[in-house]
């Protein structure tokens, strides 16, 4: 006699059926419940991202000449920010933080944690980078407009990934220092509009822990100088940080700004009124500026 | 019976496994990657105490012992900051460690006490000094240390020297440093006499070499000899009664040689060894009496010994006999001069560290220093002598891969440098993994290259572009002559730093030479050398680059001329333009210039940025890149 008779089997057979069906059920609900928690809190993000940049784009209207940066009483007009494409960035993020949010459907079987976790990470991460960005939405400047005692610099910065901002310097005056964010990139590059005369690299802001911490480099005697009327090549600056430890240098950086002039500031590409004030006797960038007008470059 | 089979089938099991595992053991490794030939030796650096009877090997970044009551164990006292750069004994328990910081470059000497209890290593004591400087002498029964610490002033290099307690404190500050010499006058290189008085300085002040001296009537220190000019002089040993010390020096010679000076007289004594296309390099000596055993320098880019007394008196004699095959290179003996430890090349073959032990006849092999590489047939080097129309001769290394063919592709290889650097035929990894790849490479010691005396060396000066590559090339067209499995239609250039300079001007003076052009980390711009930000404001520096390349104030036509960058339109061969982003001694700026010129007028090119890559490589990771797509571009334009 067969221990399991062909009705018991019959029997189990279905009670196992009806729970797979029952489990799958319960599944399917689960799974529909878990999208719409997904798809809910990527409305959300996509709702807070629009805003922020609606926001945005009303402060451009206002601020459609300028916008002063830094501290009262120091006159730094900023123009574009050419580096950090803002609207890729943009574009970029969001990619990013819908894969980031829809990865908990399957990697995290749904985790409400998780999810809610990420959801706040993006937003954080997305209004740091706003509230830095509203300052620069700012207008170009041509050398025409620059007053008689104005000049134009490459600020040309290489840093390790966690600095924020470096400064810089009027040595003539006593102003506060100058302050130039660089996001956290790098490699930050930029013009910007500054008054003639020396000034020395300051100190650098770095991100610590949700605070910071800054690196003075005032006893490096790092100076730059600005002629008024011109394109001012004042060299990059170097600073890397080693835990507490930090190097930093002026370097020739000739060859990059003037691939980033070319990129992104057109208006200024002719090559004329450049000067290089880092190295005066370097010859480069009049070879480069006679090759141009020589036709033997683009 | 179950049981019966089950046994008989493990026992079979195990013999297949072991036969087979063996026999794979035994063989080659397989295929071979770059990391099998850039990574580090196993052991970067052994030392033999004194009585002989303690060995300590430098593995990694940790620190082994052995003896022979007691099997290999790890003293681990290294730095993850710091670079072991030496490691020796000053006796039987007093090992040193001379370590460099990693990104400060700072010198750190870490002493340890090591002695034997239970059966272990252990270390009872230990301090360090963070200085740079060098040991003069070791006071065994007080433990007590005689250093001499490096400092510069204006940018010249003096020392003063100092007795220091060596196990007062952990660390040793330069309030602990008792100074024994009463005047500095830059002195660099001291001796210390039996009194444990400074006997001898050397000093290079104002372009001039001068030797102080004390006499057996005069203990102070005094000016005994100034030279006309500055000469290499490194001391050995001074006698104080005779007033003769023994040293290598350039002095009134093209070359390095080993002699003995007569101070009392300002006269060379007796030259005891000199060679005609050679530089001593160093002087070996018995440690017990102080007395001259021989003398090395390079034949054939490997190191020779030449005794200075009669073979059946020399130990070295005893170790050729011991093995005879390939090469062998002392790394240090016992003070008696009984045990040894030696690296032994045979040919084709990866270096072994091996023990001998002349009083018994016997060597023991402790290691491989590439065991993954043992098995593997290396590509032969054949050392070329290349004479040039000026009356030079230049020595050349060509590798020739290991599979034969009737037409073999070339890389020609300029060194780095250019002044004062030179490349030899000890393993070199680039030229094997070419070799490995199929490809034939030559290093050519062109003019301006170390080891070749004065004259050789200054023959290069301001030769960047000139008879620097006519060298090269001279070279370069004697080797294709020679062997008829190259062929002057296949060959491409390929060097770093100055290499990667010459690379670029290689294509520029004549675009048919080379089907290709790799640049690594190459000059492009030798304006760009004087700008006070890459010189970083040192003025020796820039003296010397003034000296060896032209001055920039005066010449820059001439600077330009010679700058890849400014002969940007005569680049129409295929290049590789390679740099990386932490290089600090050749800006990346050099590599932008060029590829915004470039760029600019239209030339293809293939430009790679390497981030966090210096100068040269610091993990295999960064090699196995940079040799996927350099040995991808070789393979595009090489037959």
Request: hydrophobic residues 40%; aromatic residues 12%.
């Amino acid at each position: 006699m067969p221990l399991i008779s062909p009705r018991r089997t019959t029997i189990t057979k279905t009670v196992m059926i009806l729970l797979l069906f029952m489990s799958s059920l319960m599944q399917a609900k689960a799974a529909t419940e878990c999208d719409e928690l997904v798809d809910e809190t990527l409305l959300d993000l996509d709702t807070f991202l629009a805003k922020k940049q609606e926001q945005r784009h009303s402060l451009q209207q206002r601020f459609g000449e300028h916008v002063v940066a830094g501290k009262p009483g120091v006159e730094i007009y900023q123009l574009e920010l050419a580096l950090f494409d803002f609207e890729k960035w943009l574009s970029n993020f969001t990619e990013f933080a819908h894969s980031n949010i829809n990865s908990v459907r399957h990697d995290y079987k749904c985790d409400k944690k998780m999810l809610k976790f990420l959801h706040e990470h993006m937003e954080k991460n997305a209004k740091t980078i706003f509230s830095a960005n509203y300052k620069n939405i700012v207008a170009r400047f041509n050398l025409t407009d620059l007053k008689e005692d104005e000049g134009l610099a490459i600020i040309f910065i290489e840093s390790t990934p966690n600095v924020l901002s470096v400064s810089f310097k009027r040595d003539a005056r006593r102003a506060d220092p100058i302050e130039v964010n660089t996001f956290g990139l790098d490699k930050y590059f930029r013009v910007v509009k500054l008054k003639a005369g020396e000034y020395s690299w300051h100190s650098a802001k770095r991100n610590n822990r949700g605070g910071y911490t800054v690196f003075s480099f005032e006893d490096h005697n790092l100076k730059f100088f600005i002629q008024p009327g011109k394109l001012n090549f004042i060299g990059g600056l170097k600073f890397d940080t080693h835990g507490n430890r930090y190097a930093v240098e002026q370097m020739d950086r000739v060859a990059n700004s003037i691939k980033e002039v070319i990129k992104y500031y057109p208006e200024f590409s002719s090559g004329e009124n450049w000067v290089n004030t880092l190295v005066p006797e370097d010859n480069f960038l009049n070879f480069y500026i006679a090759q141009k007008l020589d036709g033997g470059i683009k | 019976m179950f049981r019966a089979l089950y046994q008989f089938y493990s026992l079979l099991f195990f013999v297949c496994y072991f036969t087979i595992g063996s026999f794979v053991n035994a063989q080659p490794a397989g295929k071979l990657y770059a990391e099998d030939f850039f990574r580090s030796a196993v052991i970067q650096d052994a030392a033999l105490s004194l009585n002989g009877e303690k060995v300590a090997l430098q593995i990694g970044s940790e620190i082994y012992m052995y003896s022979n009551q007691i099997d290999l164990q790890r003293l681990s006292f290294m730095s993850l900051y710091y670079q072991t750069a030496s490691v020796y004994w000053l006796d039987n328990d007093i090992l040193v460690l001379e370590q460099v910081h990693e990104r400060t470059g700072q010198y750190k000497f870490l002493f340890l006490e090591v002695s034997v209890k239970d059966g272990e290593f252990k270390v009872t004591d230990e301090s360090r000094i963070e200085s740079d400087g060098y040991i003069i002498k070791y006071h065994s029964e007080k433990k007590m240390l005689t250093f001499a610490k490096l400092d510069s002033d204006d940018g010249e290099l003096y020392a003063n020297v100092y007795n220091i307690e060596m196990f007062k404190k952990a660390k040793l500050r330069p309030e602990d440093f008792d100074k024994i010499n009463r005047q500095s006058d830059n002195i660099v290189h001291w001796i210390i006499g039996a009194s444990g008085k400074p006997v001898v300085g050397i000093s290079h002040e104002g372009g001039k070499t001068a030797i102080w001296a004390s006499t057996r009537s005069r203990r102070k220190l005094s000016k005994s000899w100034e030279m006309d000019n500055e000469i290499y002089l490194a001391p050995y040993h001074y006698d104080k009664d005779s007033q003769h010390l023994l040293a290598v020096t350039d002095l009134d010679s093209d070359k390095q040689r080993a002699v003995i000076l007569d101070l009392g007289n300002r006269q060379i004594e007796k030259v005891l060894f000199e060679k005609e296309n050679a530089d001593v390099n160093a002087i070996v000596m018995d440690s017990e009496n102080s007395a001259p055993i021989a003398v090395t320098y390079l034949k054939n880019g490997l190191t020779h010994y030449e005794h200075l007394v009669t073979d059946e008196d020399s130990f070295l004699k005893e170790l050729r006999s011991l093995l005879p095959d390939g090469q062998m290179d002392l790394l240090g003996s016992s003070q008696n001069q009984s045990k040894h430890l030696l690296l032994n090349t045979p040919e084709q073959s990866v270096a072994s560290l091996y023990s001998c032990d002349t009083s018994q006849n016997s060597c023991e092999f402790i290691t491989s220093l590439h065991p993954w590489l043992e098995g593997t047939k290396l590509a032969t080097t054949h050392t070329l002598q290349v004479p040039t129309d000026d009356g030079l001769m230049l020595e050349a290394f060509l590798t020739l891969p290991n599979r034969k063919s009737d037409n073999v592709p070339l890389v020609v290889m300029p060194h780095g440098g250019p002044i004062g650097v030179r490349d030899t035929d000890y393993f070199n990894p680039d030229a094997q993994w070419l070799a490995y790849n199929g490809f034939a490479t030559l290093r050519v010691n062109y003019r301006g290259s170390k080891g070749y005396g004065n004259e050789f060396l200054k023959k290069g000066f301001e030769q960047w572009g000139r008879a620097i590559e006519e060298d090269i090339e001279l070279a370069t067209d004697f080797a294709i002559e020679k062997f008829s499995e190259l062929l002057h239609s296949n060959k491409c250039i390929y060097g770093s730093s100055y290499g990667g300079y010459s690379a670029l001007m290689g294509i520029i003076r004549d675009s048919s030479r080379y089907r290709c052009a790799v640049s690594f980390a190459g000059v492009t711009d030798l304006s760009l050398l004087f700008s006070p930000y890459s010189v970083r404001q040192n003025a020796k520096l820039r003296e010397f680059l003034v000296k060896v390349v032209g001055d920039p104030t005066s010449d820059l036509e001439t600077l330009q001329y010679y700058s890849p960058l400014y002969q940007y339109q005569k680049i129409t061969t295929p290049l590789l333009l390679i740099h990386g982003t932490e290089d600090n001694v050749v800006d990346i700026e050099h590599a932008w210039r060029l590829n915004l010129m470039l760029d600019s007028a239209g030339i293809k090119h293939n430009f790679l940025v390497f981030d966090d890559l210096g100068h040269s490589f610091s993990t295999t990771g960064q090699v196995e890149l940079f040799y996927d797509r350099v040995v991808k571009f070789l393979n595009l334009h090489l037959e």
